[in-house]
């Protein structure tokens, strides 16, 4: 809980600045045309890509569950610096946009989660996560848009250590993913956005050495920035 509050607020602080930056660059002079591109789209519409870097923590529990032995330990938890890349598409409606956005993340976010009372181990590592989500946002500014995520979310994640048959194996976990952040557009296709995420996925079984097995449970938290470019062009077109 102390986590997700400490990336909620990281979150909060860094949309603040976001647009404030974008605010002041507007007062400041700089023009944006948010009208209709040649092509008869706003900026804000068309197939983007980019890449992303950020904090990322996760939370890990681990009970047993069908004869597993005992835990003396049964929580755990990783944070560290994670990136990767994000693309999408979106559709503008008067000053609300709509789209989709998925956001593949790398990093070490490994903890030590459990042991048992003999100094038996269980530890885990997030090799990759990805979200699949829904957008909608609203133009705060014409150059700026606040928006909300939500959707689903899949890790690869190893699960290892002696308490476990076979010393461990990896697992792939399904949740869901809900978060929100601020977007700006500068010039004619290129934006910046910073926002926080929260995936919960649920638990995993695992089997234990003496076989048994583990319940693992894993919620992740994120805050990053990304920067990228809005192609003008969507699938999204043809749905108009």
Known sequence: MIRANQGILAGAIAVAAMVGVAGGAQAGGYAYDSGPAA???????????????????????A???????SLTNGLGDGDGFAGGFLYGASLQFDN???????????GDNGGNTATTASGLTLSTDINFMDEARGRIGYLVMPNVLAYGA????????????????????????????????AEAMFGD???ARVEYSH???????????????????????????????????????LLR
Do not use: C, Q
Request: net charge negative; hydrophobic share 40%; proline share 2%.
């Open 39 to 61: 092509s008869g789209r706003t900026m804000w519409e068309g197939t983007h890509f980019g890449g992303h870097i950020g904090w990322a923590g996760a939370d890990y529990s």
């Open 63 to 69: 009970n047993p569950d069908e004869g597993a032995l």
């Open 96 to 106: 609300w946009v709509l789209g989709t956005d998925s956001v593949w993340t790398f």
């Open 150 to 181: 939500l959707g689903i979310a899949f890790a690869d994640v190893d699960i290892n250590g002696s308490v476990l048959a076979g010393n461990g194996d990896s697992k792939g976990f399904v949740g869901f993913t809900y978060g929100g952040g």
């Open 189 to 191: 296709r290129w934006f």
């Open 199 to 237: 995936i919960d996925f649920g638990d995993e079984h695992i089997a234990a050495a003496n076989g048994g097995t583990y319940k693992v449970d894993l919620d992740t938290d994120a805050v990053r920035a990304a920067v990228g470019y809005r192609f003008d062009w969507s699938p999204l077109d």
